[in-house]
């Protein structure tokens, strides 16, 4: 078993894992590393694009591994969605006909 679940149900991606820890860990640090980094770069500091290239690659890591989950819930909430207009439409053809 792989230390990062990569295939969710949309069940299970809407409960709170050790996935969405990471992902809260990651994002303020990404977030911190990429405007430091920006901010540094622009004064040309060496250190500066380390920082902002240690940021982005935090960025792509989170992405990686909240990505699935996100994935999951947005189709589940699609295809409700899509019954949902079906449901509507139904409804509104059948008041039409009055």
């Known amino acids: ?55 982005v690659v935090i960025t792509v890591v989170m992405f990686w591994i909240i990505d699935p989950k996100i994935s999951s819930i947005s189709s589940a909430y699609e295809k409700k969605q899509k019954k949902y207009l079906e449901d509507l439409e139904q409804i509104q053809r059948w008041e039409d006909k009055k």
């Not at 992902?23 to 405007?35: K, R």
């Open 1 to 55: 078993m792989a230390f990062i679940k990569r295939d969710w149900t949309p069940h299970e991606a809407d409960e709170w894992t050790k996935e969405d820890w990471i992902a809260v860990v990651l994002s303020p640090l990404s977030y911190i590393c990429i405007a430091i980094g920006l901010a540094m770069s622009l004064f040309l500091l060496p250190i500066g694009f380390v920082i902002l290239g240690i940021g």
